[in-house]
C-alpha cells in the first residue's frame, strides 16, 4: 500500500520530437492523455508516491500492470526489469549526489509511445541533465525514441553513484593515513560506518547490473539494437561501480584488521612504559624498603651493620645505579627502547 | 515417524467458486470427500499432524504420494517443490510474527481440483489474509483455480518473513548503536544470538527461494501461465527477504569485529589508567623510600646528610612535582592525555 | 594394495524374491556362484579386505573392473558414481552411529543380478534394517530388483548419518551456553574438535551428494525410474545434511569468535581490578612512605613539622579517605563498578 | 570529457610490411591519413589525452565509434573488449617498470589496415620491445597483419605486470622474514601497502583476463586463427599472473594474521617480565615494610620482639631467600622461564 | 629464454611395443630420429632445459610447435593441455617426495608415435615406478600406444604428492597437539609454513585437475576411449589430492585461530597470577606503610596510639590475615582459583 507520509504526487510531463517539444507540470491524472501519441516520445514524470488515487488512475490510462503499479508504490523493491505483454518495468534505484547515503526508489514504465517515471522523495533527481538535452535538443535524444529515453534516465541514476562513491573514496584514504598515523576510538566508528554505507551501496547496484544487463541482452522489440550499444556502454559503468565499491569494501575490512594491529601495537606501548618504570623501581623500592627495617643494630653485631658502615648510604646508590644500568641493558637486550629504526621505504 | 507429541489434528475445509462459498471444520478424513469435484476449488488445511491415521486415510483419499506423505509427517524438511505424476507437492516453512525465530512446517500438495495444507503446531499461522480474501471475494482469487490458491498461501508464507526481518533490523541498529557507545559483556551475547537466529532463518528463506523458482519456470500444467507472473512476484519477495537477511549476516559479523575492537580500546583506557598512576608514583615511592632507610647519620657523614639539612623535606616535595609535571609532559606527549579531539564529522 | 592390517573377509550372501529368500554366510568367493541368476536379487556383502585373493577372485567371477576393484582394497576414496559397461560402481563413507566421528568406506557394485558391497572394518554396519525388511518381507523391497536394493543400502548409509549430527547439535548448544556463561580454556579445545569433525563429516558427505545425484538423474539402464523417484529423495536427505553441516560449521567459527570475544571480556574484568587496586593503593602508599622518612624535625623547622601536629595522624586518614572517595567516583564515572544494569531481553 | 591536465598528444605512426617501413611522428591528426591503406599495417600511438581536437579528428578521419572514443579519453575504464561494425575497440591497463604501482589506461583500435593505441601519460610504455621488433624485422611481426600486431600489444602490456610482480614477491618475503623474527609496528603498515597494491593491480589484471579470453575466442573476422594460437598463449600468461596475485594476496593476510599473533606474543612476553618481578619483588617489599614499622618493643612484648633477635635480620634474608627460590620454581613450572627448547627442524 | 643456470640436458630414450623394448641414453638430440616409427612407442626424457640448442633441435626434430617449445623452457608455467594440430602439449608439476616442497615444472609432447618429457632439473623424477613397469613389462603397459604412457606419467607425477601430503597431515596433526597442550612463539611459525607450503601445493595441484579433466572429456584422436577410463581414474585422484589440500588448509586456518586463543589464555593466565599477588600486596604494603610513619606519640595522644597498645603488633598480623582471606574468597568467587574442573570428555 502506498506509504500514507508521502506527499501529493507533482506531474511533470515533457513531449517531444526531432521538431517538437512541450514540457508541462499537471495536476490530474487526466491529463496527460492528451500528449501520449502525439509527440513521439513522452515522459511522464511522477514526484512522490503520497496519493493512491492519482496513481491508480495513472495505472488505468496508460494500463500498466496492477502487480508492477503495486511494486511502484512499495518502496523497497530491489532493481529489476520485467516485461509484460507490450511494456517494459524497470526499478532502479537512485542517489542523490549529497552526503547522505540514502536511495530512493524509481520505477519506469516503458512503451513504444511513453515513458513514465515514479520518483519516492520530491527534492532533487539525477535528471536534470536529460532533461536539459531534450530542451536544447544536444546529442542525438530528440531524434530517438523511449528507448533511448528510458537509457538516458538509466544512466544518468548510474552516473549519479559515482560522485559519492568519490566522496566515499577520499574518506577511506584519509581513514588510511588516520589509521596508520594517529588513529582514536572513534576512527573504529567511522571505518565501520564507511563498511555500512558501501553495503548499502552495493545493495542499490549489484541487483541493478542485472537489470541493465537484461536490457541490454533480452529479445524486446521496445528496445532498438542501437539503444542497446548504448545500454551496453552503460552496463560496463555498473560493472565498474560495482568492481570501485568491492574493492573499497575489501580495503575497508583491511582498514578495520589494521585498526586493531594498531590498537594492540599501542597497548603494547603502554605495556613497555608500565613494564619498564616497574622493573626499575619495584626492586629499588624493596632495596630502601630493607633499609628502613627497625631491626636493632645495639642489640645483636648481626642485625644491619650496614646502618653504620661509613658508606652504607652511598653504597645503596651504588647498587641503585648499577640494578638501572643492568636494567637498560636488558630492556635494550629485549629491543624495548633505542636502535629503532625501521626501514620504511620501499624497495627499489 | 510423525512425532507423537503432536496434538490430534483439525481439518479445516474452505471450498469456493466464483459464486459458490463455503467453510466447515470436519473431524474424520472422510468427510472432506464429499467438497472434493463439487467445487471448483477446496482447500484443506489440516492443523497438526499427530494422528497418523488421520493422515494416512487422507493420502488414501486425495492419492497423495506415499514419499511426499512420508515428508508431510517427517518436520524437519528443507523447503522444496517435487512434481508427482498428477500433483504437485511443495514444502516451505512458516514463521509466526511474533518474538520467536521459531519456524514450523508447511506441507502442500497441489492437484486441479484441491490445495491439502499440513501444518506443524496447532496455534496461528500466516493464513488469514487468505481466508479472509476469499471469504470477502476481495481481489481475484475467487475467479481463479487451485493454483492461484496456491500462489497465495505461497505468498502469504513468504511475507511473513517480512516483520520477523523488520524487528531484527532494529535489533540490529540498536546494537549498532550500543557497541559504538556503550557496550557491555552482553552484547556479543546479544549480538550471537541475532547471528545466530538470521543462520535459521537463512536456513528457511533459502531453499525456498530455489522452490518458488520452481514453481514459476518449470513447466506443469497445473499452473498457469497467469499464476507464474504473480509467482514471479513472489519469486522477487523471496529475493528481497534473502538480500535483507545476507545485509544483516554482514553488519552482523560487522559488528562482532567492531566489538571486539570496542572492547580493546576500552582496555587501553584501563592500562593507560594504571600505567600513569604506576609510573607516576612508583618513583615517587622510591623517593621517599630512600629517605626512610635508618643510616645512621651519627656514624658517618656521608650517611644521608640531606636529612638534616634545613630544607631537605621542601627539597623532595620539589622533587615529587618535577617528577609528576615530567610524567604529564611525557604523557602529553604520547597523546595520553588531553588534546583528544576527533574529527567525528562527515566529510561534506 | 590391499592394507594388511585389515582381518579376513566375511562373506554374506542374502539371495532373495517376492517368494524365495536365502540368507547364508560363505567362506570362499566361489560359492556365491551359486546364487547369481538363480534369484533375482543376490546381495553379497563383504566385510574386511584384509585377503586379497578372495578379493580378486570375486572380481573375476562377477566381472568386476579392476581399475573399480583397485579402488576399493584402497579405503581413502572419496564418494563417487562410475558407470562401466554392464555395471555401476558405488563409493560412499558409511559412519557408526556411535560416539566416534570415523567413517569407513562401502564400496559397492551394482548390475542387474547382484548387489556387491564390501566394507572397511568388521563390527557393525548401519544395514541392519535393510537386511531386516528384506528378512520380513515388509515394504517393497522383495518386490523390486537390484537398483531398489542398492537405493536401500544408499539410504541406510545415508540416514547413518542423522544421529551423529544430533549429537554435534547438543553439544554445539551446550558449547553456546558455556561460552556465554562460564568458558575455560578447555572451551574452546572443545570447539575445535566439533570443528574438525563437522569437516571431517562435510568430506565424507559433500562428494555422496553428487554421486547420489548422478545415480537420480544420469540415464542408466541399471536404474529403473521408479527408484529414481526413491533415489531424489534419498538425494534430498544428503542435501539436508550438508545444510545442517554447514549451518553447524557457521555456528561452529561465531562460537569461536564468541569465546575470543569472551576471553577478552574476562581480561578486562581482570585489568580493571588489578588497576582499581593499584590506582586506589598506590598513591596511598606514597602517602604513607612521605612520613615514613626520617628528615629530622629537630635540625630544622621545615623539616616535616606534620610530624609533630597534634591531628596529624587523623589528617593522613582524613586524605586517605579523600582519596578512596575520589577514586571510587572516578571508577563510578568510567562506569568500572556499579550500575552494570544491561538490557539482555529481547524486544517484543 | 577529456581532463585538462593531460598535456598535448604525441603522435608516432609506424607503418610497415614484408618489405616496407617507415616511422614518423606527425604533429596534426590528417598527416596519418597518408599511411593508412598505403602499408599493409599502420600503427599509430597517441601518447597523452590532453588535446580534445586532435583525437575528435582521428575519430573522424578513422571512423572510431563516438562511444569508444568518449571512454578512450574517460581514463577510468575497466579492461574490456568491445566489437563495433568493422573494428574491434580493447581497453587494458599498462604498469610501467617501476616502482610505483599505478597504472595508466590504453585504449586500443584494431581494424584490418591500422591499430591506434591511445596512452594516458607522456614518458614510458611497454611497447619498445614491439616497436624495435618491428623495425629490425625480428621475428614474424612484419609477416602477419594487424591482429598480430595488437597481439605484441596486449602481450607487452600484460609482460609488463611480471617484473612489478617480483618485486612484490620479494617484499613479501622479506615482510615474511620481519615478521617472524623483528617486526616493528612499521611492518603492519608494510603489509597493508602491498596488500592495497595487489588489490590494485588485481582490479586491472582480472578483466584484462576476461578481454584476452574474448579475443581468443569470440568470432570476429578480424583476429586469424593464427593469431588466436598467440592470444591463447597471452591468455595463459593473464591466467598465471592472477594466479600469483591471489597467491600473494593470501600470503598478504596470512601476514597480517602472523603479525598479530606476533604481537600477542611480544605483549605476552612482556607481561611475563612485569608478572614476575612483581610477584617477586611486591611480597618482599610488604616483608620489609613490617619490619619498618615502628611498633614500640618497649610498651609490649608482643610488640615486634623480631628486631631485637640475634639473627632477626639474617632470617629476613633466609625469608627472601625462600621466596625467590619458590618463585622461580613457580615460573618454572608454568613454563614462563627456562627450557625454552623448541623443535624447529621440519619432520624429515 | 632458457634460464643459464640449468645443466646441460641428459636425454634418455625408452622405446618399446608387446615384443621389444630398447633403452639408450643419447648426447645429441639427432639420435632420437632412429628410434621414432621404429618402436611402436618411443619416450624420451629431457632431464635439464640449459641447453637451448638442444632444444630447438629436438623441436625441429619432432615438429614441436613453437609456443609450447617456449613455454618448456620457461619453468614457471601453470599446469594445462594444449591442443596442437597433431600433438597434445600437457604441463604439469612434479614434486619430490623429499621433506622440500619445492615443484619442478614437466612438459610433455604425445603424438602417436612418441612422448617426450622435459624436467626442470638433474635429480631425481617420480617417473621411475614406469619406467620399471616398461622394463619388465608388468601390466599393459607394453600392450597399449602412447596415450596410455602418457596417463602412466600423468598418474605418476599426481600419486607423487599424496606422500607429501602425509607428511603434511602428520605435521598439522602433530601442530594441533601443540597449540592445544604447550604452544610457543615458534608454533605459529610452523603453522604459517605449513599454511605456505599447502597454498604452494594447490597452486600446483588446482590447475592439474583442470587440464587432466580436459584430456580426459576433450574429444582428441590422440588418446583412446580406454586409455580415458584410466585418466578418469587419474582425475578422482587428482579430486582427492584437492579436497585434502582444501581440509588441510582449513584445518590450518583453524590451528592459528587456535593459537590465538591460546595466548590470549596465556595471557589471562599470566594476568590473574599478576592482579592476585597485587591485590593481595598492595593493600597491606599501605597497612605496614601506615605503622611505618614517624608521627610522634609524645606529642599528642592522637598520634598513633596503636603503636603503643599491647597487642598492636599482633592485630596488624590479624587484619594481615583478614585481608587476605577475604581476596581469596574473591578470587574464588570470580573462578580464579579452585574447582578448575572442566567436563572435556565427549557426550555418549
Keep these: 500500500m502506498p506509504d500514507p ?10 513531449a517531444y520530437g526531432p521538431q517538437s517539444f512541450e514540457e508541462q507540470q499537471v495536476v490530474d491524472a487526466d491529463s496527460v492523455q492528451r500528449f501520449i501519441g502525439n ?17 491508480r488512475r495513472l495505472g488505468e490510462i496508460l494500463k500498466l500492470h496492477p502487480l508492477a503499479l503495486e511494486d511502484t508504490v512499495n518502496v523497497h523493491q530491489r532493481p529489476k526489469v520485467e516485461q509484460y505483454a507490450d511494456q517494459l518495468f524497470i526499478v532502479l534505484r537512485m542517489i542523490h549526489a549529497s552526503a547522505s547515503r540514502d536511495t ?3 520505477a519506469m514504465f516503458l512503451n513504444e509511445h511513453f515513458v513514465i517515471t515514479f520518483q519516492e522523495q520530491l527534492p532533487g533527481d539525477s535528471f536534470e541533465p536529460v532533461r536539459e538535452r531534450i530542451r536544447t535538443s544536444r546529442g542525438v535524444i530528440r531524434e530517438r525514441g ?49 563498511k555500512h554505507d558501501l553495503l548499502t551501496l552495493r545493495r542499490a547496484v549489484w541487483p541493478a547490473r ?3 544487463h537484461v536490457l541490454a541482452r533480452d529479445p524486446t522489440p521496445l528496445v532498438s539494437d542501437e539503444t542497446r550499444i548504448y545500454l551496453r556502454d552503460c552496463y560496463d559503468h ?32 603502554i605495556m613497555k612504559v608500565l613494564t619498564m618504570i616497574s622493573t626499575i623501581f619495584i626492586p629499588l623500592s624493596f632495596l630502601v624498603g630493607v633499609y628502613g627495617m627497625n631491626f636493632d643494630p645495639d642489640t645483636s653485631p648481626y642485625n644491619m651493620p650496614e646502618l653504620r658502615w661509613q658508606y652504607g648510604y ?3 646508590w651504588g647498587v641503585t645505579a648499577v640494578i638501572v644500568l643492568a636494567m637498560v641493558f636488558f630492556f635494550r637486550h629485549k629491543g624495548w627502547i633505542g636502535q629503532n629504526v625501521h626501514r620504511t621505504e620501499r624497495p627499489a
Excluded at 507520509?5 to 515533457?14: D, E, L, W, Y
Excluded at 509527440?39 to 496513481?55: C, E
Excluded at 568492481?243 to 599501542?266: A, M, Q, W
Design 5 to 14: 507520509t508521502s506527499a501529493r504526487p507533482v506531474i511533470q510531463v515533457i
Design 39 to 55: 509527440f513521439p516520445v513522452t515522459w511522464i514524470n511522477v514526484d512522490g508516491l503520497g496519493d493512491a488515487d492519482t496513481i
Design 238 to 269: 555498473t560493472i565498474q561501480l560495482l568492481d570501485l565499491l568491492e574493492t573499497y569494501r575489501e580495503i575497508g575490512s583491511d582498514l578495520r584488521d589494521l585498526y586493531v594491529s594498531s590498537v594492540s601495537n599501542r597497548m603494547n606501548e
Design 104 to 106: 530512493e526508489q524509481v
Design 210 to 212: 542485472e537489470a541493465v
Design 314 to 316: 652511598l653504597m645503596i
Design 146 to 194: 523511449c528507448d533511448h529515453l528510458a537509457y538516458a534516465i538509466v544512466d544518468a541514476i548510474i552516473d549519479g553513484f559515482f560522485p559519492v562513491l568519490e566522496v566515499i573514496g577520499e574518506e577511506i584514504e584519509q581513514l588510511e593515513e588516520e589509521t596508520l598515523s594517529a588513529s582514536s576510538p572513534a576512527t573504529i566508528g567511522r571505518i565501520h560506518t564507511v
